[in-house]
């Protein structure tokens, strides 16, 4: 079940109306609801998988007990090491195993063995939920969080359904509070919360989705087009991942909200950025800041040796690179952008560029990296590079206008986020003295269902990072 299909719809309707009436007074009534809800949800994809989630669940609400009530901080470590373990040893399993046999089956064939394959099923989500859970009991550990004295809570909060599969990574800290108190009806917030989540949708089905159709043909044999072409696919590719991941979070955050919940922001208008360190502060947010708070300052940030911060940088790059996907063309993503970060910070030679120039070589950086992330190996990524940095030919007409052509529609949708993404910030509605929810509000959203009702297009394409 997907959140652009119409059976999530009408799921979701469902969901709100039981919530919102039988659970509306009773806090154990509303989340065992909410529970079984995420539980149906995340079984519509695949059953099997769901006792991984109970696995985590159980395993993490137990440890986190058993570190609180240790006052031994060698037992409080082996506790969280069973965490780790049993955590990272189901992501590990379940996301790497074919990859790490894969890469090994040429030296074990050359040493005269044989190497098997599994064909191991990657569950959905399990990166994201995995992150979530490892968080609590990290949290736990430090002393910086209680741990939940209600199974059920704990259990609603490691299997939310809207960010169970692609996040926002949502921190204990930020949810567990929320889940032991039902929250009040808020028309405004239920109205809210509906618009983020028609915004997502037309940033998924009316944007992504179509410049999909150009990035998958150009990909699929950049040998076949002109330099001009592979770039517009590159660009189109920045485009999609942006509108598709970004519409996915806001229907995420829209959900919660109109069930009366605050989910973090994860995206922050990430192409504005002006150096490398602003882009990673605006892509991905929640992500980033798990990295930050525990791998890189654990590993000693920037608080150490130059040599030592560098270190600490391409190690939690390269490692948040392989958190993407098992392959080559991911680690080396996540190795370009540890050495863009390392290069802005040992010799930061953005800082004295105008501001346009800091903006070029930013996106210039971030589209290269784009062609590692969307090539499905390093061949495809090599050909894409041959072809955007060769002479530049002129495109046959027939070539862009096939290739490149977009509705009306589409581009309208993309005209109006690129306003929204540059112009329409708060400052500026307040100095055009256009207050939230005004009549263009509704006009708005009435526009958006229409354009959603009639230029749809046939088929669904699944989220992008639904894959990691």
Request: hydrophobic share 50%; charged share 15%.
């Amino acid at each position: 079940m997907n959140f652009a299909q119409v059976e999530f719809f009408i799921f979701l309707c469902v969901v709100l109306a039981v919530a919102w009436t039988a659970g509306a007074n009773d806090r154990r009534i509303r989340n065992g609801f909410l529970l079984a809800a995420s539980y149906y949800f995340y079984a519509y994809w695949d059953y099997r998988f769901c006792g991984l989630l109970l696995i985590s669940t159980l395993v993490d609400f137990y440890v986190a007990r058993r570190m609180h009530s240790c006052s031994s901080s060698l037992r409080r470590r082996a506790w969280l090491l069973v965490s780790l373990i049993v955590n990272l040893g189901m992501l590990g399993f379940f996301k790497y195993c074919n990859f790490f046999l894969d890469t090994a089956r040429p030296l074990v064939e050359a040493l005269g063995g044989h190497a098997g394959t599994l064909n191991v099923i990657l569950p959905v989500g399990i990166s994201f939920f995995t992150f979530q859970t490892l968080s609590y009991t990290i949290d736990v550990y430090r002393g910086r969080l209680r741990p939940s004295p209600s199974l059920l809570d704990f259990a609603l909060y490691v299997a939310f359904f809207p960010q169970l599969v692609a996040g926002p990574i949502v921190r204990a800290a930020n949810l567990l509070p929320q889940l032991v108190e039902v929250p009040g009806f808020r028309r405004r917030r239920m109205y809210g919360g509906f618009q983020q989540f028609l915004r997502g949708a037309v940033k998924k089905i009316l944007i992504a989705d179509r410049l999909a159709e150009t990035v998958d043909v150009v990909f699929a044999g950049p040998d076949l087009y002109s330099s001009l072409t592979v770039w517009i696919a590159v660009v189109a590719y920045a485009g999609q991942i942006y509108y598709d991941f970004s519409g996915y979070s806001d229907m995420a955050i829209g959900i919660a909200k109109m069930l009366g919940y605050r989910f973090p922001v994860n995206f922050r208008h990430p192409y504005l950025a002006t150096s490398m360190s602003d882009f990673w502060r605006r892509w991905h947010i929640t992500l980033s800041k798990w990295l930050r708070d525990y791998l890189y300052i654990p590993l000693g940030g920037s608080r150490v040796s130059s040599l030592a911060t560098q270190r600490n940088l391409m190690i939690t790059m390269t490692l948040g690179g392989l958190w993407h996907g098992a392959a080559v063309t991911y680690v080396l993503w996540g190795i370009w952008h540890g050495m863009a970060l390392v290069a802005e910070r040992q010799w930061r030679f953005l800082s004295g560029l105008p501001t346009l120039l800091r903006w070029l070589f930013v996106m210039t950086v971030v589209l290269m990296g784009w062609v590692l992330f969307r090539s499905p190996d390093w061949t495809t990524a090599a050909h894409v590079y041959q072809k955007l940095w060769m002479p530049w030919q002129d495109a046959a007409s027939g070539e862009m206008i096939r290739i490149l052509w977009l509705p009306p529609l589409t581009l309208l949708m993309i005209a109006i986020m690129a306003f929204d993404h540059v112009v329409w910030t708060t400052r500026f509605r307040r100095c055009m003295r256009l207050p939230p929810g005004a009549w263009y509000s509704s006009v708005a959203t009435a526009i958006l269902i229409w354009s959603l009702l009639l230029y749809a297009p046939r088929g669904f394409r699944p989220f992008v990072y639904f894959q990691f």
